[in-house]
């Protein structure tokens, strides 16, 4: 409960210019760089930690995340998220409390299955379902596919956004807004946004994207695939001295 606490503590960012950062850990030992780095709070990222074992995004067996996310909150003091995609079809009640075991502040949870838009009444009275089970022990971000999988139009994100939060979200993700789209939903949208960055350069920089209305921002597998080319570019060194 306390670093559920320290989480919701963190979304409260006086300095727009001053987004909350939370890298995307895929195992113990990243989530250890990351927190010896400075960050005050991780959010793991399904598609990083499905490459870390071996699955392709959205193939991870929930056994298997959920035995991954325990590694990683078990390895760092500081409040951890998990991404646990659509929820695997679990119930609430059980959801909660597997994230509970797990050692985990929060969770991210998607609106969309296989590439399909969930419709958006029965996933809010979902999302109140978890609220309900979880009370104040998780906080919840609820992520909005509508970018991803939708037309595009912002008031279909800025429908669901009030949706969810009435529902009981913390958060709400609209993963895959343009930048310039930001500000109309900082608009429209009640409480705190989480932004996906790049990491190659291109788009605002994190300072920019808080200014464009953004309370947190996370990277998906970006990181673990940065890594992931850097492990490359040493196993060549190697091969080459070999």
Known sequence: MRKT????????????????ILPGPWDAASARAFV???????ATPSA???????????????????????????????????DVEDGYGIAPRELVERLL??????CNLE????GVLKDPNAHAGWLAE????AGASLFVNARIDTFLYGDGDPERALERA????????????PIGAPPEVLPLLRAGIEGPINAFA?????????????ERGATRITFGPGLQRRATEALRRIAAEVTARA
């Open 198 to 210: 790049r990491l190659d350069g291109a788009g605002p920089s994190l300072a920019e994207l808080g």
């Open 130 to 133: 978890v609220r309900a089970a």
């Open 101 to 106: 075991e797990a050692g985990v502040a929060g």
């Open 36 to 42: 010896d780095a400075g960050f005050p709070a991780l």
């Open 162 to 173: 009030a949706s969810y939060v009435a529902a009981g979200a913390d958060c709400v993700y």
């Open 5 to 20: 606490e320290t989480l919701r503590a963190l979304h409260r960012r006086p300095d727009p210019a001053d987004p909350l």
């Open 111 to 114: 609106d969309s299955a296989d």
């Open 48 to 82: 990083g930690v499905a490459a870390s074992l071996g699955y392709e995004d959205g193939q991870t067996p929930a056994d298997e995340m959920f035995a991954a996310v325990t590694r990683i909150a078990r390895a760092v003091d500081v409040p951890v998220s998990a």
